[in-house]
């Protein structure tokens, strides 16, 4: 290690608040690493960044069996301008400038990375790139890691790294004092699209005029750029209820919203993890958008775990809680779009509940099954933006018929 950091000096505090100083209102420029993981499962910190990303501008995503195609393309979701590089001097080799940041854009169930990922970290360094992680393994605790940073003015974030204990919350019963509606977007999985469809829903609340806030509980939606939240399986199970229930009080307090959407994860059903039945207990949620992969036949990562079905996980949320499911949402991973259509009417006959694919048909069934629910925020629709649904490619877009009735009821 020793020729890599050969001539090399710290940062003065001059420097340091320099170059804090050069990246402040503007969004970063990001390369996201996601080898051989791209549009897979493991790969889904990355596809949500060429998504949606409110502090990054994602200038390309690194996965050599990828080479020279548009990421968005390879998500199925139209060309996006991304390019996939083969690894981080083919990047620096076709991109004008250094980018500010190098993302881990993949989301493991391994605790450490290899060894060679490691290295590459190093490097990015070495070029002049900030570290952004969303691991259990913290880069800020590495002696090596945080002494390359420091020798070349570049910072590590640990997005998934708890609050100091004396910072963390205990519940309260402060839940009680939200009186807007609380929605939770669970699944029936890991990696099956929760948080893209929170992240879709939040914006199209948004867009049409109804004051939506987020929550984040993994890190994925925090590297995105969620407010409020924490990564909810990085915390001790102690407090996980507590800093539930303060990111959807602190949301409420401080951004007076319409209505407050709680990213889900992994599932209340899943065996191995716990994260979903304190995002239920600290939100306690007055409706539930349920997220299922159709397609999957296995838990992700757990190949001999067979997948539930959306009627076994909507028993399992309404008996431990008081909320009801008023939504299902699809994951098309291995569908065409004849079975996703097949799949939605399948499942609106069988559960007589709102069914969609929000990555083909937006979000306005979700709209009209939170306006049947709580008239309140029928009110907050503005008519003239309704045309964002209009605009939506996709198939069903007649679906909010009643909208000029929403409107004006």
């Given amino acids: 290690m020793e020729n890599l950091i050969e001539n090399k000096t710290l940062f003065s505090i001059e420097q340091w608040e320099q170059k804090a100083n050069d990246k402040i209102d503007q969004k970063r420029k990001a390369l996201v690493y996601c080898e051989n993981q791209f549009g897979l499962p493991d790969g889904k910190t990355a596809a949500a960044l060429v998504r949606h990303s409110e502090l990054y501008s994602i200038v390309g995503i690194i996965d050599s069996s990828l080479t020279g195609k548009d990421a968005g393309e390879e998500l199925g979701e139209g ?43 190093l490097e990015a360094m070495m070029k002049g790139m ?14 090596e890691l945080s002494h390359i940073a420091a020798l070349n003015g570049v910072q590590i974030k640990d997005i998934r790294k708890p609050p100091p204990l004396k910072d963390l919350h205990l519940f309260t019963g402060q839940i009680a004092q939200v009186n807007v509606p609380v929605i939770a977007v669970l699944g029936t999985d890991c990696a099956c699209g929760k948080m893209t469809t929170a992240v879709e ?12 806030v987020l929550v984040a509980t993994g890190q994925t939606s925090l ?8 990564s909810t399986d990085a915390l001790v ?47 306690m949620p007055d409706g539930v958008i349920l997220q299922h992969p159709p397609a999957r036949r296995f838990r992700c990562d757990f190949p001999t775990l067979g997948m539930p079905t959306p009627e076994s996980e909507i028993k399992l949320i309404e008996t431990i809680s008081k909320t009801k499911v008023i939504a299902i949402t699809l994951s098309h991973e291995g569908l065409n779009e004849q079975e996703i259509l097949e799949t939605i009417e399948d499942y609106e006959l069988h559960l007589r509940l709102p069914t969609t694919d929000v990555l083909n048909s937006g979000c306005k069934k979700l709209v009209q099954a939170l306006s049947d629910q709580f008239p309140t925020l029928r009110n907050k629709i503005k008519p003239e933006n309704l045309t964002i649904f209009s605009t939506h490619l996709g198939h069903n877009l007649n679906y909010l018929e009643g909208i000029d009735e929403i409107i004006n009821a």
């Fill in 223 to 230: 590297i995105q750029g969620a407010k409020y939240g924490v």
């Fill in 201 to 212: 829903l939040n914006k199209t609340l948004n867009n049409i005029g109804i004051k939506s």
């Fill in 79 to 121: 060309k996006s301008g991304i390019p996939i590089f083969a690894d981080l001097n083919d990047a620096l080799e076709n991109l004008s400038y250094t980018p500010d940041c190098y993302i881990y854009g993949k989301a493991p169930l391994e605790t450490f990375i290899p060894i060679k990922e490691r290295l590459l970290i």
């Fill in 237 to 283: 199970s102690q407090f996980m209820v507590g800093e539930v229930e303060n990111s959807v009080v602190q949301a409420f307090k401080n951004e007076s919203p319409d209505i407050i959407l709680v990213e889900g994860q992994s599932a209340i059903s899943h065996p191995a993890f716990l994260s979903s039945i304190g995002i239920l207990k600290g939100s």
């Fill in 130 to 143: 900030d570290i952004i992680s969303g691991l259990h393994e913290f880069f800020t605790q590495d002696l």
